[in-house]
């Protein structure tokens, strides 16, 4: 079945205890991103990746790293989360630009940072 | 900037009522066009979309959209709700040439159905 998993689903963690969300999907797909979902924002865009080795930064990148070592994977990474980051995170995939593509979400991971 | 408005935060109606979202957008290129709908608990999933050709849109479980573009609007509408419509809707932009990995979300329309 074609999906974009996350994992963790749920996590809580406190100020300053570096995290890592996991994201892989098993499409082949080349574009993948990442968004945080805050009420009344909709989904901002904090990462993107156009293939392995190339990521850019999205709307809002502060705090967060990335990396694309491999196609299939694209994990986001909190070297010291704070309260600001407590959020729902989604990560997405498509074949190719969004201009020609549509993208598939994952589940979204819930993160609370106390 | 591009920026994507939705106007209505929060809709309730009643099952079998008509419903329109409003959606419009500020970019003066070319755009393609996305409505996605996110089910409580659930991930968001492509609703319809509007890349080129046709202006009305018609997707999945009865929904369709119209594309106006001297209007800059995209709103989505379904002339008969039911309750499993409870959700929330957004509305997203990707302009075309400009940044190819960049898609614009508006905040999200939350749609309760009274059974």
């Known amino acids: 079945e074609a999906q974009v998993t996350q994992n963790p689903r749920y996590l809580i963690t406190v100020t300053g205890k570096k995290l890592t969300v996991t994201c892989s999907q098993n499409?082949?797909?080349?574009?993948m991103s990442w968004y945080r979902q805050d009420p009344g924002l909709g989904l901002r865009q904090i990462y993107y990746?156009?293939?392995?080795?190339?990521?850019d930064k999205g709307d809002v990148p502060e705090g967060y790293k990335v990396s694309r070592k491999e196609k299939r994977n694209f994990p986001l990474i909190l070297e010291s989360p704070s309260p600001n980051q407590t959020s729902l995170y989604f990560c997405?995939?498509?074949?190719?630009?969004?201009?020609?593509?549509?993208?598939?979400f994952g589940a979204g991971t819930r993160l609370s940072v106390l | 900037a591009q920026s994507v408005s939705q106007h209505n935060h929060h809709v309730i109606l009643s099952e079998a009522a008509s419903l329109e979202l409003g959606c419009n957008y500020s970019?003066?290129?070319?755009?393609?066009l996305f409505w996605y709908v996110q089910y409580p608990g659930q991930h968001l999933q492509l609703l319809l979309k509007?890349?080129?050709?046709?202006?009305l849109v018609k997707g999945i479980k009865g929904f369709e959209a119209e594309f106006i573009k001297s209007k800059f609007s995209f709103n989505l509408r379904k002339p008969s709700v039911q309750w499993s419509d409870t959700a929330e809707y957004f509305c997203?932009?990707?302009?075309?040439?400009?940044?190819?990995?960049?898609?614009?979300f508006g905040s999200g329309t939350r749609l309760s159905i009274r059974p």
């Open positions: 990746s156009m293939n392995v080795e190339v990521t």
């Open positions: 509007y890349f080129s050709g046709d202006p």
């Open positions: 970019y003066g290129g070319t755009v393609n």
């Open positions: 997405a995939s498509s074949w190719g630009p969004l201009d020609e593509n549509i993208q598939y």
């Open positions: 499409m082949n797909h080349e574009y």
């Open positions: 997203a932009v990707n302009a075309r040439y400009s940044s190819a990995s960049k898609i614009i």
